[in-house]
């Protein structure tokens, strides 16, 4: 298994709030990529790198509930955190069933989200040890 | 009394008679210049036949001459008199031989009082008996003069005159006139123009008989103007019969007119008088005496309608030939009425308006009616778009809280960077500009729904189609995602902007995408699609369609579903299709509903490219 630094994923069609989000998180100290769609993290994941993703909820072809699904169906499924601009039960309910890391609104307090991050990343490293162990 | 005075002073009476008759003709109707010239022609044939009478008499060879002379006062005012009238009656015959003919005869009568004794003779020698009809009559012996040619030649040009006049008249088709006035004068003054130069010449014995001619002509002529008297008689009877039924058309007419309400007018602009019907001046407030003019008509005008309704018949009368127009008019109490019009212009063959007939009716009542509905409309609109704000207020909290979520994390993010010890200044500058961007954006949601709330008339301007789709995409995208609603967009490529107020045009694109989102609530989630495309609809109008994949519409609902409180579903008020069907109207554009053949149901509107003038 190979050392390299875990990096966080941010997936969001609105190019305003992806850049101040990565921007926080960078000065946070965490290695941050990011995407303007489910589909380009997809074609440009590293497969089987350690990190996580956080995405918003609705995006336009692809919505987040989309890529979980997604992403669930590949060898190495990473941790998902969602980001919503307002409250949606029916929805987080889903994607916390279906194994999603934790779901924020985009208004949350910063340290919500550190916390969430970093449970997600520890979250990553002990499924990939698990999946070492298993093979 | 012997037979060549009664010959000669009968055609001499005769000639007369018909003299005094068309100088009567041309007293009554001062146009008549023909039968004048006519007049004067027979009564100078007249003269001469007497004067003719007077010479086969004579008693000296010196009365024979001053007799001669006077003759040629005669002839000359025939001849002159002659060539008028065939120009005039036939419009034909060429004006320079005309003044040729005149110009050679009054040379011809100079010469006859101042060369030899008169034009025919430098010298009477002696008067010799000769038998004529029976009868021992005076001739004349002597030294004929040279320059009787200039009266001969006068006679020769004459005779050229009268044959391309009646070639001319003759080609144009007027056979009858042709014939019995060119042809006639041609063939008598040819007869007499030879007897003068026989006789004159000496070459043929015998007493001037000229005028025998000129006296056949003035019969057949005389004949031909009485028998035009004769059909201007009859058809001037015919016309008062005709009138009569006329009269009787017109006032059935008025009676129709009046029954239904309208008021006529007539303005006619060379004699610059208007007329009108006894209900328009009370229409338009004046007694039945009142002298009307354009211009205190124009006075009754509301000020505000004034110039425009002088526009509409300019335009009339410079060409468009008709006009329509609404305007109101203040009476002199004071009251105002609403008046519609329509006429069309007469116009002269040169193209100018010479009348214009128009009628008028008050349509106040209609007006007051239509205003109210409007009235009515704007309060549903209002109505409707406040209870869409509940709809609205979900789909634009995303909306806001996007650029404030961008905001709090910029601002965050800056205050980490501050922390450290060497804080890099220009991404800090990058945040900062980042947030002014972003509070951009909120204040323009804000904006939009203030838009929304207010209740306003038409603001209309050039709107592009892909931004307002785009817009009111954007406003419901949350909401279709969270409804696993697909939204598609295709707007033709090149696209001219329409001409309308975006804030209605976004509220109609936005009812019909939630009604389509509604529309699908009991669908499949797989297939749940609504499209929204623009594409141009002929050259002045562009055509917006929002389609779903429901079940469509029943059929006998297709029409029904724009009627007011209209509603299939639980919590509507069934005003969304109606109020924006009210809205595409006052664009002057369509609003309807089809099910297409691929399924589901399609709205489809049009929107004019060009503004067109709201009617007044």
Known sequence: MSETVPIVHVVDDDMSFLTAVSRLLKA?????????????????????????????LWMPQMNGLDLQSALAQTPHPLPILFLTGHGDIPSRDRAMRDGAEDFLEKRDPKEKLFDAVTRALARDSRDRAARAGRQ | ????????????????????????????????????????????????????????????????????????????LLVVSLVGFVRLYLKAGR??????????RTLALILNFLVGQNLNYLEITRLRHIKFLGESVQIAEGVPNPWMLVGQLSLLALLIFATDATVTAWRRGDLHRALTVGGIAVFFSLVSACQAV???????????????????????????LGSEMLRAAQLDRKLQ???????????RMRLAVEAVGFGIWIRDFVHDEVWATDNWRALFGFSK???????????????????????????????????EAEYRIVLPSGEVRWVGSRGRVVFDASGRAILIRGISQDITERKRAEEETQNLRREIAHVGRVTMMGQLASALAHEINQPLGAILRNAEAAELFLHNASPDLDEIG?????????????????????????????????????????????????????????????????????????????????????????ALDDAQREGRRISVTAALEGPQAVEIAVSDSGRGIPADKLTDIFDPFFTTKPKGLGMGLCISRTIIEAHHGRLWAENPKEGGAAFRFTLPIEEKDASP
Not at chain 2, 30 to 53: D, K, P
Not at chain 2, 95 to 104: E, I, K, R, T, Y
Request: proline residues 4%; glycine residues 6%.
């Open chain 1, 28 to 56: 946070k100290g965490f290695s941050v990529k990011t995407y303007s769609s489910a589909h380009d993290f997809l074609a440009q994941r590293e497969a089987d790198a350690p990190g996580c993703v956080l995405t918003d």
């Open chain 2, 1 to 76: 009394m012997s037979l060549i005075t009664i010959i000669w002073s009968m055609s001499a009476s005769a000639c007369l008679t018909v003299a005094g008759i068309n100088l009567l003709v041309w007293c009554r109707d001062r146009r008549a210049w023909a039968n004048l010239l006519f007049s004067l022609t027979a009564t100078s044939t007249a003269a001469f036949a007497l004067c003719e009478l007077w010479m086969m008499h004579a008693g000296t060879p010196a009365e024979f001459t001053t007799v001669l002379k006077l003759g040629h006062v005669a002839v000359w």
């Open chain 2, 95 to 104: 004006p320079w031989l005309a003044w040729m003919v005149c110009g050679l």
């Open chain 2, 198 to 224: 026989l006789v004159f010449w000496g070459i043929v014995r015998m007493p001037i008989v000229a005028s025998l001619s000129f006296v056949g002509m003035v019969a057949v002529m005389g004949y031909e």
């Open chain 2, 241 to 251: 019969v005709s009138e009569a039924g006329l009269h009787e058309i017109e006032e």
């Open chain 2, 289 to 323: 005496t009142d002298r009307l003019e354009f211009g205190n008509i124009l006075q009754r005008l509301h000020p505000e309608d004034r110039d425009a309704f002088r526009l509409v018949l300019e335009k009339a009368t410079e060409g468009a030939g008709s006009y």
């Open chain 2, 430 to 518: 990058a945040i900062l500009a980042d947030i002014r961007k972003d509070d951009q954006r909120a204040g323009d949601v804000i904006d939009r729904m203030r838009g929304l709330l207010k209740r306003q008339n038409l603001d209309k301007r050039p709107v592009q189609v892909g931004e307002l789709i785009g817009e009111v995409v954007a406003l419901v995208r949350s909401d279709a995602a969270a409804r696993h609603v697909k939204l598609e967009v295709a707007v033709a490529d090149p696209m001219p902007p329409v001409f309308g107020d975006p804030v209605h045009l976004q509220q109609v694109l936005l009812n019909l995408i939630v009604n389509g989102m509604d």
